[in-house]
């Protein structure tokens, strides 16, 4: 009552011209943006999600965890919400560990297991440290393979600096930026080179390591800024394999070369849990106009786990969850079915997605659009056509009744070009469904943040999310009443510059049902 009383008194202040739709709308974008802001769940569901269940690693007991948690928040909003079932994985838990250097000194290191990495067995293991030598070919380093023997093995190069570039090019001459530049080409270049002598790809290389009767593996996968690096899974199945921040790996690597021979010592307490069920979280607002057409919101909750996975995925997270309980609240009939689509395990191929689409086929086809966000906490700047030949005529549409505050900085590019992987819309254009990637802007999040140890809670910039959360709610909320059905319309891709062959639409690929495995 209350709603369509305001209504009028708006239509009545409205010229004549504009429609009734139009007005309809304005009101609807208003309370979007006021339940946005005076009801905002975005810090509390950041602290319950980041910070009190932590980082979602597919086939972790916290993952499993995750999923309950938005089943049960979706629930606690009147919202229908289940866990779908749609494969299994290896089942692993992170343990405590600890990482220090017992000699020449004591120094307790920053570092941490890879995910999926080995325990030590309940044992702390204290042994002495070598470096991938460089050799002449594969055949000399099986000769130099039994030296690793109850060591543990150095298989990152040392980094020549700990300042990211943007640093040196603030404070440094250009000669000495210049300098360290091509230095550190070369040391790239000489380190690839070295690996590549091994005869041995970087799995391989740790297999050998380990048969060979290594005590573990110790690496450091520098990210490019201050304190930063990025943790992803191990290789090895019997020993540790840990990631070093690159202060301590260089402490440790010029004590090595400078014959002061270190020692470190180190206990990984992991659990392998055998093959666990792997989900995704679909949560629904039934349509009541049209209920076989569906308009979903769309980000993996997956995420790696050196932090907690704050900025990938858990502001795409944010903002769908948050886009959802805003539109069960204004909006509780819409005319098309709102969905949303929670993926698991879209950090080891957009399974969880792919699963989606493959198990539902009728609801990939009767999709008005799909809206998907996994680019780090920032503003949507970036919104592209996915190769729709008559994208900008309905996202145009639909973006047009966005308030300009909530779109300062945003370019649109149509029809654009389909994407071929990189998130889980890629799933959805790939069996010819309008979905759209909503493009966030950087924040250094390539660096910083993106499969990172720093992807935690304060990196979150609140204020962007709620923007998003507003965005994606307008969005869906027009995609939902258009009174037109979308046009899927492909554009005729560009032929290959230096082969010359036609381009083709990206291909529906099947997820892996059964993970980390191989
Ligand atoms: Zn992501």
């Keep these: 009552m209350k709603n369509a009383t305001r ?56 993952m499993q965890q995750a999923h309950d948690w938005a089943v049960a928040k979706y629930t606690s ?21 600890h990482i220090d250097m017992v000699q020449p000194w004591v120094k307790t290191l920053e570092g941490t297991q890879l995910a999926w990495s080995p ?22 380093f099986v000769q130099w393979l039994p030296g690793v023997k109850g060591k543990f093995v150095m298989i990152s190069m040392m980094q020549p600096t700990g300042r ?34 091994t005869g041995l790809s970087n799995k391989n290389l740790a297999l050998a390591l ?52 270190p020692k470190i010592s180190v206990r990984t307490d992991s659990k392998e849990l055998g093959m ?11 349509g009541t106009g049209k209920p076989t057409e569906y308009v979903m919101l769309s980000a993996h909750f997956d995420s790696w786990d050196g932090g907690t996975g704050a900025t990938d995925n858990g502001t795409g997270t944010l903002v769908m969850m948050e886009a959802m309980r805003i539109l069960k609240k204004v909006y509780p009939n819409p005319k098309r079915t709102i969905l949303v689509g929670h993926w698991g395990s879209e950090e080891q191929g957009l399974n969880g997605s792919r699963a989606f689409v493959e198990d539902h086929p009728e609801i990939a086809k009767n999709m008005q659009a799909l809206f998907n966000q996994d680019n780090g906490t920032g503003r949507v700047v970036n919104i592209g056509g996915a190769g729709f030949v008559h994208s900008y005529e309905y996202m145009g549409r639909w973006l047009a009744r966005v308030p300009s505050g909530y779109k300062q900085e945003l370019e649109t590019r149509f029809p654009g070009t389909p994407s071929g992987g990189g998130s889980d819309n890629a799933s959805f254009v790939a069996a010819g469904v309008p ?13 910083y943040t993106w499969h990172t140890n720093r992807d935690t ?23 939902c009443e258009d009174p037109a059905t979308t046009s899927r319309e492909k554009i005729v891709l560009p032929a290959n510059r230096q082969t010359g062959e036609q381009g083709k639409w990206p291909e529906q690929r099947s997820p892996t049902r059964k993970g980390g495995v191989d």
């Design 7 to 62: 209504l009028l008194t708006i239509l009545f202040l409205l010229p004549a011209t504009i429609s009734f739709a139009q007005g309809k709308d304005s009101l609807m974008v208003a309370a979007i943006i006021k339940e946005a802001n005076e009801n905002s769940q975005l810090k509390n569901n950041a602290q319950e999600l980041m910070d009190g269940i932590g980082p979602r690693l597919v086939g972790t007991p916290k």
């Design 77 to 97: 909003w009147g919202i229908t919400a289940r866990n779908e079932k749609w494969g299994e994985w290896r089942g692993w838990e992170r343990g405590v560990s």
């Design 119 to 140: 325990s030590t067995g309940g044992k702390t293991i204290t042994a002495e440290l070598v470096i991938i030598p460089d050799v002449a070919d594969s055949m000399a």
């Design 164 to 197: 990211p570039d943007y640093n040196w090019t603030e404070f440094g001459t250009k000669e000495s930026v210049d300098k360290m530049k091509k230095e550190r080409t070369e040391q790239i270049d000489a380190w690839r080179k070295r690996l590549s002598k």
């Design 210 to 261: 380990e048969k060979a009767g290594a005590a573990g593996i110790v690496g450091s996968n520098w990210s490019a800024g201050f304190g930063v690096n990025k943790i992803f899974g191990a290789s090895t199945t019997k020993i540790p394999t840990i990631d070093i921040a690159l202060e301590d790996y260089g402490l440790l690597y010029r004590l090595l070369q400078s014959g002061k021979n």
């Design 276 to 286: 666990v069920p792997t989900f995704n979280t679909i949560a629904e607002i039934k």
């Design 435 to 447: 979905a759209f990637g909503l493009g966030s802007n950087s924040w250094l999040y390539g660096s």
């Design 457 to 479: 809670y304060d990196k979150i910039v609140f204020d962007d999310v709620k923007n998003n959360a507003i965005l994606t709610a307008i969005l869906v909320y027009m995609a």
